[in-house]
């Protein structure tokens, strides 16, 4: 009769464990570095602010004085005080189980879906869909170049 004899089984399991934290930890790296990429190219989609000195009004609307009337013009949301643009950060990034990872990247005021999808009254001006779409590429690079030092 034959006799199979296995052996290296403990370091191929080490080697094993080693390749799932270094692929676990390149996984966050994409998460994190794609979150950052989605809230600059979110924060692009908006126009700027006028010309012109800026004042806000008892009610809290802001004006800019010296420059010509400033309507939103579609697709691009108009920057005004800057609020709904500034509010747009990476929260946090958590932890879904070995290699899957998710970040909450958003806008965090309190209107910004009404802006986003618009209301019955008025249109939507979107920003963040637009700001993902055009992440797609850079943030594929990105894991392209995680993935390849993951494996070295």
Do not use: C
Request: aromatic share 10%; hydrophobic share 30%; charged share 25%.
């Amino acid at each position: 009769m034959a006799e199979i004899i296995i052996s290296g089984i403990s370091d191929f399991d080490k080697a094993l464990k080693a390749d799932i934290a270094k692929s676990d930890v390149a996984a966050r790296n994409i998460v994190v570095k794609g979150a950052f990429v989605i809230e600059r190219k979110a924060k692009e989609e908006f126009r700027a602010r006028p010309s012109g000195s800026q004042r806000t009004s008892k009610s809290g609307r802001t004006y800019y004085q010296g420059a010509p009337k400033y309507p939103a013009t579609p697709p691009k949301p108009t920057q005004r005080s800057g609020n709904l643009r500034n509010s747009i950060k990476t929260q946090q990034v958590t932890s879904l189980g070995a290699g899957r990872w998710q970040s909450d990247t958003g806008p965090s005021v309190k209107y910004a879906g009404f802006v986003e999808y618009g209301t019955s009254r008025s249109r939507e001006f979107p920003y963040m869909t637009p700001g993902i779409k055009s992440s797609y590429e850079e943030i594929n690079s990105i894991a392209q170049e995680e993935w390849r030092l993951a494996q070295e």
